[in-house]
Nanobody, 113 residues
Framework: QVQLAESGGGLVHPGGSLRLSCAASGSISSFYVMGWYRQAPGKQREWVAKITSDSSTVYTASVKGRFTISRDNAKNTVYLQMKSLKPEDTAVYYC???????WGRGAQVTVSS
């Protein structure tokens, strides 16, 4: 089964930017939809952004206009560009496909002054 590995997380000040990457061990071309999810402390995992194989995108309301999802099928990688970060964006970020496969370890994003 394809394994997913997220990277690019870190500590950033409010208003800052980060770019997350999700590298798959195999082809992501078979996944019509790839997405990013996040789980904040004490909260359930929620979806953040999704992208289809023809690059249609959808975002949860709280990140629309600030986050951009993209995918590179040739590199088997999905990206999440995050701008104007807020403390409430603090969470562990994960990527996954539709249908869901095994979750990776995630990337910790902490937004704090």
């Amino acid at each position: 089964q394809v394994q997913l590995a997220e990277s690019g997380g870190g500590l950033v000040h409010p208003g800052g930017s980060l770019r997350l990457s999700c590298a798959a061990s195999g082809s992501i071309s078979s996944f019509y939809v790839m997405g990013w999810y996040r789980q904040a402390p004490g909260k359930q995992r929620e979806w953040v952004a999704k992208i289809t194989s023809d690059s249609s995108t959808v975002y949860t309301a709280s990140v629309k206009g600030r986050f951009t999802i993209s995918r590179d099928n040739a590199k088997n990688t999905v990206y999440l560009q995050m701008k104007s970060l807020k403390p409430e964006d603090t969470a562990v970020y994960y990527c996954n496909g539709v249908p869901l496969i095994n979750w990776g370890r995630g990337a910790q994003v902490t937004v704090s002054s």
